[in-house]
């Protein structure tokens, strides 16, 4: 049989498993758009959070890419408030 020749320290024990430990990202739905963000941070599609635009996305988009994400958006919108009557 064969024998370990050295003994695994907790460290060296830990690194071999640390890939096990790897946990699922959990994410929820911005309430405003409806795509996935992780909680606790602002939406990178719409950038809001509670509620208030904290981040401007438009800004940094090009004027075609702001008027489709504007569209797009004010879509999901509009769906939200279908669904809320
Ligand atoms: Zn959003």
Known sequence: MA???HKH???KVGKTRMHKNIKRVVL??????KKPILSHTACR???FYK???VVNVLAKLTK???KSREKE???VEKETKAEAK
């Open 45 to 47: 599609n719409c950038g």
């Open 73 to 75: 958006i004010k879509a």
């Open 51 to 53: 509620g208030k635009e």
């Open 3 to 5: 024998v370990p020749r």
């Open 64 to 66: 075609k890419e702001a």
């Open 9 to 11: 320290t907790r460290s």
């Open 28 to 33: 929820s739905l911005c309430p405003k758009c």
